[in-house]
């Protein structure tokens, strides 16, 4: 067991990647706080949770990461449940479509503030609560690299939290606490509901998202969540402002996919 004796905070706890990393925290020996702001997809994911280890060693706080006040609180509260936490997983995020020409500030602003901001105040509000030598790690993407058309606001989210990232790890380097960026490509999650919400706009968009992974394929939430425990776990003591990316060789080898083969 890899996570014995700790606790940790998921944001976005709720569904994909956060879920299969609380899972995976579970079944490795921590206590497991996870927010969210549906509470029927948090009472699913503790119900879940719950059934791997029979414990009840997992809590679920409905919060929204952009409210401030309500993270401090959220964050407060399962430490005051589990004592300290010992691992923050900034993971919650969302899409968001932001062509020039056909974007609404709304949008833009929600983005940045989700993924953003709501990432910062996170590890702001857990800070009291770490213990030295804990470790914290965001939710990058390959989006910060790829430059695809119609992404500026989540693009620029998630290259910002790589910038911060490289401050938080200098500034919590004193307290021996590591900051990473695990950066997911392409994962198979409830993310992409929304711009293929049918089985045939589905299978289509992993056609075409597929082609250009160099592993031809989409990740997996557990793929993300096995790199999220590494950094997390002592075997990642010494990796501090790094960027992980998970993505089947999409940022490291942009020609190597299936669509630009003889
Ligand atoms: P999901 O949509 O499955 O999960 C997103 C999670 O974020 C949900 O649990 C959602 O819960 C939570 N969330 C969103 N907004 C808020 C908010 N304001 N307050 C609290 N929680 C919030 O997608 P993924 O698991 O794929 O996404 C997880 C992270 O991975 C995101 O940061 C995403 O940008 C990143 N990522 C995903 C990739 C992919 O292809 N799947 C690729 C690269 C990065 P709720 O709706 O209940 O609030």
Same mark, same amino acid.
């Given at each position: 067991m890899r996570l014995k004796n700790k606790t940790a905070l998921i944001t976005g706890g709720n569904s994909g990647i956060g879920l299969a990393t609380a899972k995976l925290f579970v079944a490795e020996g921590a206590k497991v706080a996870i927010t969210g702001r549906n509470r029927a997809t948090l009472d699913a994911a503790l119900a879940e949770l719950g059934r791997i280890d029979g414990e009840g060693r997992a809590i679920a706080l409905q919060v929204d990461a952009t409210d401030v006040a309500a993270t401090e609180q959220a964050v407060a509260e399962a430490a005051r449940l589990f004592g300290k936490l010992d691992i923050v997983f900034a993971n919650a995020g969302i899409p968001g479509s932001t062509p020039v020409g056909a974007s609404k500030l709304e949008i833009f602003e929600q983005v940045l503030r989700t993924n953003i901001t709501g990432a910062f105040f996170t590890v702001q509000a857990a800070a009291p609560h770490l213990n030295d030598g804990g470790a914290i790690i965001l939710t990058g993407s390959v989006m910060s690299e790829m430059g695809s058309p119609g992404s500026s606001a989540y693009a620029a989210s998630k290259a910002g939290l790589r910038g911060m990232s490289r401050v938080l790890a200098a500034e919590f380097a004193p307290r021996g606490i590591r900051i990473n960026v695990v950066s997911p490509g392409a994962t198979r999650t409830p993310i992409w509901d929304s711009s293929a919400p049918t089985p045939d706009a589905k299978a289509q968009l992993d056609r075409r998202l597929s082609s250009i992974i160099p592993l031809g394929r989409l990740g997996e939430a557990e793929e993300i969540a096995k790199t999220v425990l590494f950094l997390a776990s002592?075997? #990642? #003591?010494?990796?501090?402002g790094a960027e992980l990316f998970v993505d089947g060789g999409t940022n490291g080898a942009p020609f190597g996919g299936p669509v630009f083969r003889g």
């Open positions: 002592d075997e #990642a #003591a010494y990796i501090n």
